[in-house]
């Protein structure tokens, strides 16, 4: 089907996987609640004696609508009872096809999941907004335009294959994979990132597209963007501290081991990137003693303005003067990483920009 006709494949997926938002489904719920309780409200102005058996019937039903509008984080639209999915993988179909034959689908297909599920992300937000806030994008300035981007650290794990209904897991997890793959083969790791982050509102393809800046080391206007987003500091020093217990078998159930033939090789591919092994600060040493005078400065002058553009996640984050106080703090010391004068220089016979995983650990 990914050779005959990729784009019917494609929204064959949509069809199964995109379920009704969550704002559509509360609203539906309430419109069909207010009409039964007007239908109840009619019949009980029935005289008794004047209804049917069936009328009588349905008053004498006691229905109690408990917890019916009550969304968690996994009601985003996506199908999450699939076992096909399971485990995650970044071989699993129709992603695998779909970017060996026809990988602009591929794009396609999983722009439109993720974009979906992000939607569904900010209408739990909005049905829950006393308890849970209203969420803040993040804006990014790529060379082909300005993009808004939502989610916070459940979304950012998305894009790990983490944290998601199966199907969506397996959508990253062959992004990424692919992404990969591309770089390996020569493409340029800015002309990758632009692939997957155009045109997607989704934070987790903001996590990939600096995984793969991270593992070719690239200093360009594109990897910039990234490298001189706050928030994307946050999850990714948090994603990088928790690199070694990714595979941990907490509970027992052994779902990895489930893996077989090339999606086992896949798995140990992603493995052991080496992105795993780095994180944004050792990143932001290329670009503060960058050749480039103007990225350097770029750079430089992004950082500082840390301090005073803090990275909330939440609107009401920012009355907050304790949780105000941590994030001054904490951006005021990466403020200075941005700053050339604060490295201090030294020889070593092992300067290698390509290699410098020793030297930035």
Known sequence: MSQVDPDLLAD??????????PRDEYDRKRKERDERYKRLAELRAIPESDRTPDQQRVLD????PIGEDRYDMDDIGIERHNNFYHPPSALHEPFKSLFENKPDVALRLIRNLSNHATEGWKQIHAIRRREMGKPIPVALEFPWGKQEFWGDWR????GQGQLAPTALECAFLALTYWAFKQVEGGRSASDVIKDIVEGNKCLAVLGIALD??????ATTDTTLALATCQRLWIYDLARHSQESSKNIDLLGYAWLSRLYGEKVDAKAYLDERKYRKRNVMQFATLFALN????LQAKFKNALAQFPAALPYEVEEQETDQGYTGHLKEEATGWAGLGDCANYKQSQTSYFDLHTQDRLLS
């Open 212 to 217: 793969l800046a991270l593992e070719s080391w």
């Open 61 to 64: 039903h006691t229905f109690f």
């Open 155 to 158: 979304v950012y794990s998305w």
């Open 291 to 294: 050749q480039d005078a103007t």
């Open 12 to 21: 064959l997926a949509e069809a199964q996987l995109l379920e009704e938002l």
